[in-house]
């Protein structure tokens, strides 16, 4: 009897130490409330292991763990059953540009001008795109953008003219990203992500439209509400009117958010 | 031996929770704190190549064992496809597309050299990703003097889209995929893939992803380049299990078909970069 009070009391002060602030193993000296030491170090939870977690731990491939809402580490399907999920989503927007703003029956998309009274390039905002993000994010973005080319203002609708016959036009796309949904700041104004271009000349009977301009990029963002502004922007003659629909068939718009 | 069998059992019952800041753990191990952590020094940057290193976090993952470990970079991502000439190099019916006055559909052209390797299975949903440079060949005939000659801006669309895998020696033999795991149709299809000689009928539908265009112009019937041009797509689309296999559509536009004659364009006359990525979100 007197050896079994003996081990009790060995195995309380047992506990004891374990109350205290930080425990090392393989250390003296813990610097994180639980601190293994050694090149080989790890822990081993046997409740997530193959046997006990079939479900979602085949035993050969590794299985992506999580902490849930108590913190505690888990493995799951992605679906929250175990409440654990994956951050990693695709926002699929079709068509994000509206076929036709000026309601005039025609596929025009939104028109950016480059009259013939002078100007030589004109840059227009096609669209804005808003996403939200429950936390800090890497968001790439793939979009593609079409476009039809006419010589007198696609806006005000047809009969629609070519552009200067057997001159080369220029056009571009890109959008800039404004963090938080209030508007581009100074920073935000000078970064442009995504920059697509490509040339057009035709004579009579040429193909007006619409080709595809594909951009993509990738960047950060903190968790919160987030807005894309699309550009597009016409380069031409002085003496030419260009007038470019920027949108007017089937658009794509991917934005993958993923951490 | 009594006495020992009984220490046993009393030291096993009092450690079978942990707790760390805490006398009352709620899991086996229990870290409590508001600022509570651990540290696996076998998991650091110094001590295991697949940490990403300080500015970075990594993910962690668990073996059969229920160990923690890192390097499970395959279970997030996977290269399912990665060619350098996808589609054969040829330059007859099966690589052809037909030049259309209205842009009305698409024209499926082209067979992937390697289709044995190149169909892929993906065994749980997936994020797709699709980086293609398709090469293309645009003129009126193979002469000396065959290119055309007009001016006329015309438009080179392409688009990928998936079959799946029903025959695994022909990749035409499946049904092409219209919808992605949500059951939405790709890119606010269904597209037409397959438009007749005349096109005016629509044969098949399918999801046409990473469309691309550009314009192509030439005014010498024998200067000009007419070959080696690309159409560069890329694209994302949410797929469910299955085996696929990639393929391409391609239309050629032009305001006027009259006033040149028939025009062809050949798919994947070139060399064609291909890559298909899984983004796994299970």
Not at chain 2, 2 to 13: A, D
Not at chain 2, 150 to 164: K, M, P
Not at chain 2, 196 to 225: I, K
Request: hydrophobic residues 35%; glycine residues 10%; proline residues 4%.
């Amino acid at each position: 009897m007197k050896l079994i009070t003996i081990l009790i009391a060995i195995a309380t002060l047992a506990i004891c130490q374990f109350g205290v602030a930080q425990v090392g193993i393989g250390t003296t000296s813990p610097v994180e409330d639980l601190h293994l030491a050694g090149s080989n170090a790890t822990i081993r939870i046997e409740s997530l292991n193959s046997t006990n977690n079939s479900t979602y731990n085949d035993g050969v491939k590794l299985s992506p763990a999580y902490v849930d809402g108590n913190g505690d580490i888990t493995i799951g399907n992605g679906t929250g059953v175990s409440g654990s999920e994956p951050f990693n989503f695709l926002i699929v927007v079709d068509n994000f540009i509206p076929d036709d703003p000026y309601l005039l029956g025609l596929r025009t998309g939104t028109v950016v001008n480059s009259n013939d009274l002078g100007e030589s390039f004109k840059e227009g905002q096609i669209t804005t795109v808003t996403f939200t993000t429950p936390v800090d994010a890497f968001v790439e973005v793939k979009y593609g953008v079409t476009m039809i080319l006419v010589g007198n203002d696609l806006s005000l609708g047809c009969p629609c003219f070519y552009v200067d016959l057997d001159q080369a036009v220029t056009m571009l796309t890109y959008f800039k990203v404004d963090l938080n949904n209030d508007g581009l700041d100074a920073t935000e104004s000078t970064k442009a992500y995504g920059q697509k271009a490509q040339y057009y000349s035709t004579n009579n009977q040429g193909s007006a439209g619409y080709p595809y301009m594909n951009g993509q990029a990738i960047f950060t963002v903190p968790a919160g509400t987030h807005t894309l502004y699309f550009y597009g922007q016409v380069r031409d003659d002085a003496a030419s009117y260009t007038s470019v629909g920027f949108g007017g068939a089937q658009d794509y718009l991917k934005i993958r958010v993923y951490n | 031996m009594r006495v020992l069998f009984l220490g046993i059992l009393i030291t096993q019952s009092l450690i079978g929770q942990v707790g760390i800041n805490t006398t009352n753990p709620q899991q086996t191990l229990h870290v409590a704190d508001a600022t509570a952590n651990a540290r696996l020094e076998g998991l650091n940057t110094a001590n295991n190549n697949d940490n990403l290193g300080a500015q970075s976090t990594t993910r962690v993952y668990i073996d059969a064992d229920g160990d923690l470990v890192l390097g499970g970079a395959a279970e997030k991502v996977e290269i399912l496809v990665d060619t350098e000439n996808y589609l054969a190099d040829v330059e007859d019916p099966t690589s052809l597309v037909n030049q259309t006055g209205n842009a009305f559909g698409y024209e499926i052209a082209g067979n992937p050299i390697d289709f044995t390797n190149h169909q892929f299975t993906l065994t749980k949903n997936a994020i797709v990703e699709v980086n293609y440079s398709v090469s293309f060949s645009l003129y009126k005939t193979s002469g000396t003097s065959g290119r055309i000659d007009d001016r006329h801006a015309r438009i080179v669309q392409t688009g990928l889209y998936f079959r799946q895998v029903t025959d695994p020696t022909d990749p035409y033999a499946g049904p092409a995929v219209i919808n992605d795991v949500d059951g939405v149709p790709i890119n606010g299809g269904p597209w037409c893939i397959d438009v007749n000689a005349s096109g005016t009928v629509c044969q098949e539908t399918g999801g046409l992803l990473a469309l691309n265009g550009q314009f192509y112009v030439n005014s010498d019937s024998r200067n000009g380049e007419y070959r080696d041009m690309w159409n560069t797509g890329t694209d994302y689309v949410k797929l469910p299990p299955g085996t696929y296999v990639a393929l391409f559509a391609g239309q050629l536009a032009v305001g006027n078909v009259s006033g040149t004659g028939a025009v062809k364009m050949y798919l994947g006359s070139g060399k064609d970069e291909l890559q298909i990525i899984a983004h796994y979100y299970d």
